[in-house]
C-alpha cells in the first residue's frame, strides 16, 4: 500500500488506497468436434496435374485467407461430385476414359 495525500482548502488528509486486481475472463472455447480419420492414398500425376492441382491450393489459399493444401482439393473435388450426383459422376468417368484411351491405363481390365 502506498500513501496519497490530498490537500483540501483547510486541511490535509491522508488517504491509504489499494489496487485491486481480478482474473481476467477468458472466452470459453466451445467443445471441439471429433475429426474424422484420414487415409493416406498415393495418387500418380502427371506434370500438368500437378500444376493444376497447386494452381487450384494457391487460388483457393488466397480466396479463404489461410492454407489449403492439395489434399484438401481433392477431397473437396471428390465431395463436390458426389453431391452432384450421376450426371458430374458420368462427366467425370468420360474424362477417365478420354485419358484410357489416350494411352494412360492403370489398373486390370474387367
Known sequence: MSDL?????????????????HPMARWKKPPTQEQPQLAVHTVTLTPDVVEILQRLSRDATDFLGRT??????????????DQQGPPAADALFLVVEQEMKGGRLWGKKK
Open 5 to 21: 495525500y490530498v490537500k483540501e482548502p483547510s486541511n490535509l488528509f491522508r488517504v491509504k488506497h489499494k489496487i485491486i486486481t
Open 68 to 81: 489449403v493444401s492439395s489434399s484438401a482439393i481433392v477431397r473437396a473435388l471428390v465431395r463436390q461430385i
